[in-house]
Nanobody
Framework: QVQLVESGGGLVQPGGSLTLACDANGLRFRDYTMAWFRQAPGSHREMVAAINWNGGDTYYTRSVIGRFTISRANADNMVYLRMNSLSPEDTAVYYC??????????????????WGLGTQVTVSS
């Protein structure tokens, strides 16, 4: 049974940093492209960042370029999202997702096979 378990969310002040982690179990991790999505209240779910099987290719949505970094550790079945210079616009539930592909194929959530339950990130003073 595949399980993706996110951790690291919380409340942070504007300008602060958080690192999200996703522990992926029950799958052959290096066969999967991994991604982080987020969904704010009243908004659709959007891809924030993605990383291919070996970390050689990454994607970031425009609003997080230069502030967020996605990484993975295949030996530990982990994927991370380091978030710096957070703003209230980053407030959302953040989800880890897995696509059975060695490359980044899509930014659409329908293209991803497995999902975590999400972790809340709130940026507020």
């Amino acid at each position: 049974q595949v399980q993706l378990v996110e951790s690291g969310g919380g409340l942070v002040q504007p300008g602060g940093s958080l690192t999200l982690a996703c522990d992926a179990n029950g799958l052959r991790f290096r066969d999967y492209t991994m991604a982080w999505f987020r969904q704010a209240p009243g908004s659709h779910r959007e891809m924030v960042a993605a990383i291919n099987w070996n970390g050689g290719d990454t994607y970031y949505t425009r609003s997080v370029i230069g502030r967020f970094t996605i990484s993975r550790a295949n030996a530990d079945n982990m994927v991370y999202l380091r978030m710096n210079s957070l703003s209230p616009e980053d407030t959302a539930v953040y989800y880890c997702a897995a696509d059975l592909a060695d490359g980044i194929r899509t930014t659409h959530d329908a293209g991803y096979d497995y999902w975590g339950l999400g972790t809340q990130v709130t940026v507020s003073s």
